[in-house]
């Protein structure tokens, strides 16, 4: 049985067992765990059969009783919409007691607690054809929940509206009304939730696969109407606004929708009621959604030139506020003056003597740096790549984080547009620059890595350039660039191939190594460094030739001293990848990529003992798997007989076998995975009569060497029960704390011992 599947008997136990949940648990994803449990059987063969011939329908209906617990209650109507989506409305006529729960769901759609309407709603999603919407009004009802106080009740009331709006391939009449009367409300008099309601039902309409539906989205929140939600007092409205916004730019078919965006933004800053801030700052956000969305707009006229004009109004805004005096080409177009209105407006705040202005400058420069790197999403320029290039070297944008990463961010968004190689050589000089920390320097590898895997010819150059920096980067005082690094190697070993990443790692072209500064990382102070050093050596010796191999293997620094220092390090992180990389080595070993054992000297009995006992399961788990390969050459002659003494006297096979016993499922399989391995290789090699012991000479190769133990081994490996020990690696135990009502009535159980509260709920 599969280790995620859910057996017939354990599902009926559930069903049983549902309306009898504690109305007393506490905590609620208890609830959740059950009904997760319960839709995975539905995935299984035959489920939808099965649970008609326990009568499961009426099973569920029981547990919509007014008596039931809501969790109950709410777990149960879930279920049955998933099992009439699942059987395509075909189980809903065989429910006996449709009518009661139709009922259930009508009276129940405001109830109290969001977790029911929630569930009422998805219910009526999933059986929306089964003759519900009438008995709901679903136009009220629907906008009921638009409005609901809980964002997952207005999330699944848009799901819901999504489907309804276009049944039948026609526009639903009823609904299309319904929004437009949300939206004529007067805006002064529309509440929070009712705003987010119009842009909520608005981006569903958008998100339509039919066009006739993203239309009516466009005809019934046009951007006259969306302007006073984009600069409504409540930021939410206003995030809401700006996600629709983007949507209309992407779907209008307008020509001069920017234009008309421009003038709207004017005529807002002109409000002298509005507020200066907020309305600079949405200015240069609604600038940014022009930049991102516009180019690829096909409809749009000029909108890669009005988009160049709106980049270099912002980097404009950038400069002056933040008095960078760099040399910047591109001047806004003269031809688009509301562009030169936006820019006055926007400086004049930034230049007020309010108390808050330091605040009000920083949020400034952040949206204006956010929509340049709206612009580089879509297009390369090489005017405006230069700028940001000098500006990132500029102290003032160093010492502010957030603006720095956006401005990096840029870059490099705009160095994946390029075609030109010239332009790629910019990466090295990005990679060892000091500002840029970790976080962007990982951005910065990933792109060099796309780099590298599309060239069917690697530039020496760039190569060079990029193996230069990162050997600089492995010496930064701080240890997540150091880390940064390391990851960067083992991505390009794994994910380029060898032959590529062998002049990556070994220098070859290039002049330059780093297999000494890899090998040096494993000394690192920090344990993360620690770690990555190993797990990047481990993806060398996994990937690379014989004398790579080698060399990392006979590597001065890598003898059995530094691997048992390594082995036994106090972070359980160093040690996973410890014995991640003395496991490569084995492997390495056995097929004669290496003639080396120090890392097989560096291991004894008592190390290997203790590790299989770590508390950390997954160091377990690793060294299960590293026992399996050591019992492979001791007993099963995978090794020379020199090396299977070596490996004899470590007794592999017998600790393995006393890992089965191990409390965690996953250490249960990394023993169950080694010791079927076994036998199925020793049962191809030797025969099926392998591990019998009458008939084990019989069957043994007479050149093949015994290492020592090897029958009292072979002896507890027919022993051990593989198929229990299969059946103990099921997910069913996960959920047994959601279904023993026996633990709730323990928990339950009244105390009467003098200042004790009842029970272990008091604390609620």
Known sequence: MSNTAISPEAMHAVLQQLPQMSGK?????????????????????????????????????VCLKPTSDYRVSAVAVRFLGDLIAVSEGEIWPQIDSKVEVAQWVVDNADSQYALVRFSCVYFVRMAVDEGLLERLDYKRYVLRRLLDASYFVVAEACRLL???VHRGGEIDPVLSGMMQMLVERPFELQSTARKLAVLSATSTLYSSAAERVRGLGLQILSLD?????????????????????????????????LTRLGCLLCEQLEDATAEPRTSAVVALRVLAAMAKEAPANKHIVNAAGRCKSIVATVLSIFLDASDIDIAFDAEPASSWAELARIRRYVLAVVGSADSSSAGTKNSILLEAARAAREFCRSTFDEAVVGALLRLLDHKRVQNNAQVFHLVLDAIVRSLRLTQHRGHLLMLPGLVANFAIRAPGLKVLFELALEVLAAEAEQSVELVGGLVRAVRE??????????????????AAVRTLGWDKARTIVCGDQVQVSLVDDLVESLSDPEEYVRASGAQTLTAIVSSADAPTVQAIAQHGRLGRESLRRLLGDSEAVVKRAALDLVCSMCRAAGVG?????????????????QT?????????????????LLARWAHAGAAAEADQALAGELQPGALLIDMCQDSSRYVRQACLDELAGMRRELAEHEGPGALEAGEREQHRPKRQAVGPGRDTFLTKLQGVDLRRLEGSLT????????????????????????????NILDCY
């Open 612 to 628: 299989s006992d770590d508390a950390d399961f997954e160091v377990r788990v690793r060294c299960a798997r590293l026992l399996g």
């Open 593 to 609: 990529g290496t003639e080396s054992r120090e890392w097989l000297h560096a291991l004894n009995f008592a190390g290997l003992h």
């Open 225 to 257: 109407k969306l302007r006073p939600y984009l600069f409504d007092k409540d930021r939410l409205v206003r995030d809401r606004a700006l996600d629709v916004l983007e949507n209309t730019l992407r779907l209008c078919k307008d020509g001069g929708c």
């Open 473 to 490: 980067r492995l010496a930064d005082v701080e240890w997540e660039a150091r880390d940064t690094a390391l990851e960067f190697v083992a």
């Open 25 to 61: 648990i506490v905590d609620d994803t208890r609830h959740e765990k059950v009904l997760s449990y319960m839709r995975l059987f539905l995935s299984s063969p035959m489920a939808i059969q099965t649970l008609q011939s326990w009568d499961a329908l009426e099973t569920l209906a």
């Open 731 to 758: 997910a069913e135990h996960l959920y047994q704390e959601a279904l023993d009502t026996q633990v709730e009535r323990e928990l339950m159980a009244e105390s009467h011992a003098p200042n004790e509260g009842n």
């Open 162 to 164: 999504g489907i309804l």
